[in-house]
């Protein structure tokens, strides 16, 4: 998996390129833990990300480290990353796959 990781300010976008599955993880959480510590807002753009499994959902939600807590948003989801969140959406409701939901954060800006 390639992954790219764009920072802007207290933004960091991160692109992965490929499948988000366990054997992704490893990759993933070292980006996640490379980010400067004054990012606050993480942005994960999965447009070039086909399929996620569960392992992807606790990438999403998995606690953030106290010392910097960062707001999630995610975009460019495919068909069925979409609707594994959906569906986790509905079989977990309190633990914040709702708020990364495409629709969510258009209700939110309203």
């Not at 939600?61 to 010392?67: G, N, S």
């Not at 999630?72 to 939901?101: C, I, K, S, W, Y």
Request: charged share 15%; proline share 11%; with cysteine.
């Amino acid at each position: 998996m390639h992954v790219t990781t764009l920072i802007d300010a207290t933004t960091a976008c991160i692109i992965p390129d490929g499948e988000i599955d366990q054997g992704a993880l490893p990759k993933l959480h070292a980006v996640l833990e490379a980010l400067p510590q004054d990012v606050t807002e993480l942005v994960w753009d999965l447009q070039s990300t086909p399929f996620m499994d569960m392992a992807g959902l606790h990438l999403l939600v998995d606690p953030q480290p106290p010392t910097h807590p960062r707001r999630t948003t995610v975009t460019g989801m495919h068909p069925q990353p979409l609707h594994l969140l959906h569906t986790a959406a509905q079989v977990f409701p309190t633990l914040g796959f709702t708020e990364l939901l495409p629709d969510a954060r258009a209700h939110e800006a309203a």
